[in-house]
């Protein structure tokens, strides 16, 4: 069982802008621990799309923030793009199992 | 180019061993900790265990304890991750993925994972 609570699933059309929530708890996100983005294509191995809440690799678009506050961590895609669909992790640290955790994870489906 | 490359995936019968190894190139690997990912068919991504850069340091997940060991070889630029007692929900893709972390003037990011290998299918099955 994910510690890192996620929606199954987000749909926007093309432009809109949509966010994706990650729900943590004390021993994580609350204990201060950050949060990262992962993107994964179909069919590929994932990619780091955010590190430390809100920071962006060079190369990832900036159509693409992160935030965090409390418990709770959140994703924004703004100006949805058909090459946005894919599944998106999120992933932290927690204190109380002593191991890095991943959310459940999110389908975008661009309609 | 910084790049990992996984290998040794395949079919296994429940109870058996297989052997992962991850290639690493593009970068000083005996600088970086590593670790394995594995993702089941259709679910989400589990870590499975980090290993430090000299080797000295291993963590595992709980319910991969005593079954999976991970190394490495920093001569040769080598993770691997031998697993024991195969059972049926073993089967997944298996990931390679080097730690990053970063510390700025008065802050430091906990730990992320990139890059990521491309992975190697493990199937146990009769």
């Known amino acids: 069982q994910s510690v890192l609570t996620q929606p199954p699933s987000v749909s926007g059309a093309p432009g809109q802008r949509v966010t994706i929530s990650c729900t943590g708890s004390?021993?994580?996100?609350?204990?201060?621990?950050?949060v990262h983005w992962y993107q994964q294509l179909p069919g590929t191995a994932p990619k780091l799309l955010i590190y430390?809440?809100?920071n962006r690799p060079s190369g990832v678009p900036d159509r693409f923030s992160g935030s965090k506050s409390g418990s709770s961590a959140s994703l924004a895609i703004t100006g949805l793009q058909a090459e946005d669909e894919a599944d998106y992790y999120c992933q932290s640290y927690d204190s109380s199992l002593n191991i890095y955790v991943f959310g459940t994870g999110t389908k975008v489906t661009v309609v | 180019e910084v790049q990992l490359v996984e290998s040794g995936g395949g079919l296994v019968k429940p109870g058996g061993s297989l052997r992962l190894s991850c290639a690493a190139s593009g970068f000083t690997f005996n600088s970086y900790s590593m670790n394995w990912v594995r993702q089941a068919p259709g679910k989400g991504l589990e870590w499975i265990s980090s290993?430090?850069?000299?080797?000295?340091?291993?963590y595992y997940g709980d319910s991969m304890k005593g079954r999976f060991t991970i190394s490495r070889d920093n001569a040769k630029n080598s993770l691997f991750l031998q697993m024991n007692s195969l059972r049926a929900e073993d089967t997944a893709m298996y990931y390679c993925?080097?730690?990053?972390?970063?510390?700025?003037?008065?802050?430091?990011?906990?730990?992320?994972?990139?890059?990521w290998g491309q992975g190697t299918l493990v199937t146990v099955s009769s």
């Open positions: 004390n021993s994580n996100f609350g204990a201060g621990y950050d």
């Open positions: 430390g809440n809100n």
């Open positions: 290993i430090d850069s000299s080797g000295m340091y291993i």
């Open positions: 993925a080097r730690t990053r972390s970063y510390c700025t003037v008065g802050t430091c990011y906990s730990d992320w994972f990139d890059p």
